[in-house]
């Protein structure tokens, strides 16, 4: 069984702090990574992708992957009340890679 | 910017009825997906779709669901006797498939079977 965990939170941060959001997953051959937001009742949205090892910065955004500890994490810089949400981390098996597994997701809160 | 959409938003049927939920993927994607959410819990894989055929289903996806492309933009999800425990959000989901997995989501179908 092909597994994404995640702390389920909530995470809470002071506005303008640095939150981080942490997945582990257990398909060693794993090949793609997301990190999507949801807000209650909406839709996954995607926030980044990563697919080597390493770090990716998009704006405020800073995804890890470190596929040896089978780790992948977000980095959220300057946190704003509009980030308060739930974090799902998304993995693409290695059979077939535009198959994701979901882990159920850490909601964080930021506080004005 | 391209987006997927969903039709309808709420869909309110009566157990053992049919339904189809309607997708439009964003317009040159060539892989298509249905996802759901119980509510409260994970997001779960239902199934994948490219060049005219399932790639791959999950066990979710049995008998009772059926998925087709009738024209070049709709794709659809049918759930032929619906069951109390269908009642869910489903998400269907499109991507590109060309070195670029990134798969974005419509907003959503929230099915209730009562």
């Known amino acids: 069984q092909k597994e994404v965990e995640q702390n389920s939170g909530p995470l809470s941060v002071p506005e303008g702090a640095i939150a981080s959001l942490n997945c582990t997953y257990s398909?060693?051959?794993?090949?793609?990574f997301f990190w999507y937001r949801q807000y209650s009742g909406k839709s996954p949205e995607l926030i980044m992708s990563?697919?080597?090892?390493g770090d990716k910065e998009d704006g405020r955004f800073t995804a890890q992957l470190n596929k040896a500890s089978q780790y992948v994490s977000l980095l959220i810089r300057d946190s704003q009340p509009s980030d308060s949400a739930t974090y799902l981390c998304a993995v693409g098996g290695k059979d077939n890679f535009n198959k994701f597994y979901f882990g159920s997701g850490t909601k964080l809160n930021v506080k004005p | 910017e391209p987006e997927v959409t969903q039709t309808p938003s709420h869909q309110v049927t009566q157990m053992g009825q049919e339904v189809i939920l309607r997708c439009v993927p964003i317009?040159?994607?060539?892989?298509f997906y249905w996802y759901r959410q119980i509510l409260g819990q994970k997001v779960e894989f239902l199934v994948s779709?490219?060049?005219?055929?399932?790639?791959?289903k999950s066990e979710i996806f049995d008998d009772q669901f059926s998925v087709e492309r009738p024209d070049g933009s709709n794709f659809t999800l049918k759930i032929r006797s619906t069951k109390l425990e269908d009642s869910a959000m489903y998400f269907c989901?499109?991507?590109?498939?060309?070195?670029?997995?990134?798969?974005?989501f419509g907003q959503g179908t929230r099915l209730t079977v009562v």
């Open positions: 398909d060693r051959g794993s090949q793609s």
């Open positions: 779709f490219y060049n005219n055929e399932i790639s791959e």
């Open positions: 990563i697919y080597s090892n």
């Open positions: 989901a499109s991507s590109d498939g060309q070195g670029n997995t990134e798969a974005f």
């Open positions: 317009s040159n994607h060539l892989y």
